[in-house]
């Protein structure tokens, strides 16, 4: 079929449009990697640093002498890890029991939405994490949010639309309801899972509110709160006391060079993780949608 002009017009603005607005939005991330590698005087005299003449790695060398930060990146990595399986262990799990026939199901569901529509607040869960002695415990950024009301219903009705013959076939085998979900449910939902799980671990990834408000231990502190005293308190000190006594010799690099490279470390491993779920971040992500 010949297109006529006005589509060729209006497919040609559509990529001009579309590409502007994508450099848009990675020009942000752009200019984190250049003012990163960029030297102290280049950051300086520049007004806007689009290719730096030299590329150096001070504040990168900076950043790995300090103890805070990299003990702050495995405070990261182990609430990111445990806390997405205790999220998914807990949704999934309690998202199966309630497609199943159950005395009170009903209650149940009616208290998931009611948590779902009205949040306790700040306090009333802050006194509960200090009442059950989860104060400065890393199980106080786990715990409180171990499963999500959005999440839950959601993938509640990915499980119900598996067709209930799989699961009546596997108990006529034998199979119990543990069995049934473990062997038959959890293998027809790498979907769900992956997009979940994704989400999970990019919401534990950025932990940044809960851990000011229950942790006050700073050797317990996860990378965004030491991004925050290095960024936007300038906090240097504190944050990078190792790389300071370290760098004393010579010049160390500008607050906002080392803040740059610490955003970058603290996001690049984020991207890393999603090439590998995106196979079935892709097809988790229609959950939910209309089926004609």
Known sequence: MKRSKWEWTGDALNVVLLTATAAVM???????????????????????????????????KYIFESKEFIRS?????????????????????????????LPGQRGFMFLVLFTFIFSPGIIPTYLIVKATGLIDSYWALILPSAINAFNLIVMRAFFMSIPEELNE???????????????LIVPLSKPAFAAFGLFYAVYHWNTYFTAILYINDSTKWTVQVILRQMVLLNDTTN?????????????????????????????????????????????????????G
Do not use: C
């Open 73 to 101: 990146i495995g405070v990261t990595v182990f609430v990111t890890i445990t806390g997405t399986l205790v999220n998914l262990v807990f949704t999934a799990t309690m998202a199966y029991a309630l497609t199943r026939r």
């Open 169 to 183: 076939a596997a108990v006529i085998d034998g199979a119990n309801e543990l069995q049934s979900f473990f062997r």
């Open 239 to 291: 944050s990078l006391s190792a790389a300071r006594d370290a760098a004393r010799a010579g010049s160390p690099p500008p607050v906002e060079t080392i803040g740059m490279a610490a955003i970058l470390l603290a996001t690049v491993p984020i991207l890393i993780v999603y090439p590998f779920l995106q196979r079935h971040f892709a097809k988790g992500v229609m959950l939910g949608s209309v089926k």
């Open 26 to 60: 990675f020009f942000p991330f752009y200019y984190l990697v250049v003012v990163s590698f960029a030297t102290y005087e280049e950051y300086l005299t520049a007004d806007l640093l689009l290719w730096p003449r030299q590329w150096v790695l001070d504040a990168y």
